[in-house]
């Protein structure tokens, strides 16, 4: 919704911008250039020589208009090059496309030829936003190309409401010679813009005049290639990038305020929802009191009223223009049995004001993936997600029921640790959310053994608590017959390879208040090594962590999806006719990214080992990179210890 961006993370669209009348003398490059590029980037694909985006923002018949121009040009530098033929922009009902012009420029005996695009596709954007849904992308081919053409395109779009102005950013998965963002306003124009991820001041920036307009320039040349890793927390958490917003403007020397404080994008927001649910619906109060009835508390009620929408509305992101930011009245959402974010926030707080509480109220706020807070940057792009709030008695509930499995008292995974702007009438509160313990999203596993020569025969009971469970049952969801075994299989796989499931059942699928749990029986051929008179068994036969290592080239922090704890117990009974040679020693470890604790017994002719281990951190951020190797090294040698068992 709010966080309109067009923006996708590859070089299809981290688009550049000027006026449509420059594509020419901007494109045409001397003989020889491609050579001369080649030394310098003898092993890039293609390199991107301009991306500019230029903003007009003026006044025009007393209404404020903003006019942005998109130019894009590159070189395909090899073959493999030649594979990326396409490129694409994006557009919506708020970002309407007034034109665009694209051609390859290709060597044709020795000058440079013009081969216009003619093959062009219009599609919906696949974005992830929990919000809007009526992005279209225009897809280009580029025709005749080989090394040392060039892809270049022009796109005019205009933004109806000049509080929507998307972000600029400084980076493509190709080096770039030159990134430009202009900002072009009549002088009764005032603008606001923060810059993120420069640590340095490398964007070289500048403001002039020019014809009775300010021109406000920001530059960033020779920007190398953008590593994309996996486990990034989102783009705007590292690449180099420009917000501008317009803060007023004067219509009849007059004032006229947008943007400037979180206040004024309050009031913004406001004006999307100050007739919200005025009007009762009969059959939605109707069915609130019935599944209230006999509840006694707010609370009470509040999980009942949340857990019904969860179950009885479903979620689809659909919207279009304005849609994409107005909740839809609740009556409407109840009578349809689906929406958005938006919509569920609405019927929400309307079901919870029908059941007599008044502390629930719609909310705005951003995803993880968004790093601003609302001192830093008070714009819709902020946020671009919505929930209801519970106040209860000042501890604040988050109801977001988007995800389906997530229990009351949780907030979704993907908003821990943001703020919400939670919605009093004329007056707002920013709250935070708090990051959930790792505690509270543990997985336990009891297995018991038995030992038969170099044979493992096995049952256990897994059990997933808070956002484990929440991020588990969603990908095994309706899945049935050998199918959902196999799901089953590789949840529960233990040792090796050779793990065979032998039976399993389920519990608590439906019960959102209790952990999931998985009772399994299994065999395991070959996991024990005979040595003579000798049987070695390691007892890790699950090992957390052991694989998330990070490159030391690594740019990026790792985000981890919840913080997480593993409790896990194997239980081996001795054969009769064997006793413990060699018991491994325990373990232990406690820093600031991760708590272990790994502990053997024997007793009883049973030999224990009790695994614990806790992450304590979302982001390991680069300053933790050699502590985080240094522990992942840590928990590989622990689980490298073997027990030793002796025939008698």
């Given at each position: ?12 669209s ?8 420059a ?55 090899s ?50 936003s ?15 190309l ?5 892809k ?23 080096p ?33 005049e020019?014809?009775g ?12 290639a ?32 947008v ?12 004006s ?15 069915i609130?009191k ?14 009942k ?5 969860k179950?009885?509305?479903?979620y ?25 974010c ?8 309307a079901?919870?004001?029908y059941?007599?509480v ?18 830093e940057?008070?714009?819709p792009?902020?946020?671009n ?6 106040n ?5 509930v ?6 389906r499995?997530t ?8 908003i ?28 336990h ?34 899945a049935?017959?050998k ?23 389920e ?6 208040d ?19 008179k000798?049987?070695?068994i390691?007892?890790?036969m699950?090992?957390?962590?052991e694989?998330?290592?990070?490159e ?47 502990t ?15 992450v ?21 040698n ?11």
């Open positions: 919704m709010i966080q309109m961006s067009l923006l996708k993370l590859n070089r299809k981290l688009v550049a911008l000027l006026p449509l009348m594509i020419t003398a901007l494109a045409q490059e001397k003989q020889g250039a491609f050579a001369e590029y080649k030394k310098v980037y003898p092993n890039v694909n293609e390199l991107v020589i301009s991306d500019k985006n230029t903003y007009d923002i003026f006044v025009e018949d007393k209404k404020l208009r903003v006019l942005r121009n998109n130019y894009y040009e590159s070189m395909i530098m073959q493999n090059g030649i594979q990326n033929n396409e490129e694409s922009f994006s557009y919506s009902e708020l970002v309407k496309l007034n034109e665009f012009e694209a051609y390859s420029i290709v060597n044709d005996k020795g000058k440079d030829r013009k081969i216009k695009v003619t093959q062009t596709n219009e599609k919906q954007s696949r974005q992830n929990v919000f809007h849904d009526d992005v279209k992308q225009r897809q280009l081919i580029f025709p005749n080989e090394a040392g053409a060039r270049v395109y022009s796109v005019e779009t205009e933004f109806l409401d000049p509080f929507l102005l998307q972000s600029y950013v400084f980076g493509s998965s190709f770039m010679l030159n990134s430009t963002l202009e900002v072009r306003t009549d002088k009764d124009v005032t603008i606001g813009y923060r810059v993120f991820n420069d640590p340095d001041n490398s964007i070289i920036f500048s403001k002039t020019k014809k307009k300010y021109i406000y320039t920001w530059t960033l040349k020779d920007v190398k953008v590593k994309f890793e996996p486990g990034n927390p989102g783009f705007r958490h590292f690449i180099p990038h420009i917000n501008v917003y317009v803060k007023d403007y004067k219509v009849d020397s007059k004032k006229v305020e943007l400037d404080n979180t206040e004024k994008l309050y009031d913004y927001y406001k999307f929802t100050k007739n919200l649910n005025r009007t009762e619906d009969a059959e939605l109060k109707a609130t019935e599944i209230t009835a006999g509840l006694t508390t707010d609370r009470e009620k509040v999980k009223i949340f857990y019904w929408v179950d009885n509305i479903k689809i992101a659909f919207e279009n223009g304005y849609e994409g930011f107005i909740p839809r009245e609740a009556a409407l959402v109840c009578k349809r049995k689906f929406g958005d938006k919509d569920m926030a609405s019927i929400i707080s079901m919870a004001n059941a007599g008044k502390d629930v109220t719609v909310s705005w706020i951003g995803t993880r993936d968004i790093p601003y807070s609302y001192e940057l008070a714009t792009a902020v946020d997600h919505m929930i209801a709030v519970f209860d008695n000042g501890n604040y988050f109801l977001d029921a988007t995800d499995e229990r009351y008292g949780l907030p979704t995974s993907f821990q640790g943001k703020e919400a702007l939670m919605s009093n009438g004329d007056t707002y509160k920013i709250i935070q959310v708090p990051v959930v313990s790792g505690e509270d999203n543990a997985t596993e009891v297995v018991d053994l038995t030992l038969d020569k170099e044979k493992i025969t096995g049952s256990g009971s897994l059990n997933f608590y808070g956002f484990s469970r929440s991020h588990i049952l969603p990908q095994i969801g309706d049935s017959g199918t959902r075994f196999e799901m089953i299989k590789s949840l529960v796989l233990l040792g090796s390879n050779k793990f065979m499931l032998k039976e399993y059942n519990a608590n699928v439906a019960d959102r209790k952990p999931y749990q998985v009772n399994f029986s299994f065999e395991l051929e070959d996991y024990a090594i005979q040595v003579d000798e049987l070695y390691n007892l890790f699950d090992r957390a962590y694989k998330l290592t990070l030391p080239d690594r740019v990026t922090a790792y985000e981890m999806d919840f913080l997480s704890a593993y409790n896990t117990t194997y239980n081996l009974k001795i054969p009769q006719n064997y006793s413990v040679k060699y018991l491994p020693e325990n373990f232990s470890l406690d820093n600031a990214l991760m708590k272990a604790d790994f053997y017994a024997n007793k009883a002719g049973v030999v224990s080992l009790n695994a614990k281990i806790q304590k951190k979302l982001l390991i951020e680069k300053a933790d990179f050699a502590l985080w190797t240094d522990t992942v090294k840590q928990l590989k622990a689980y490298t210890q073997t027990l030793i068992l002796t025939e008698k």
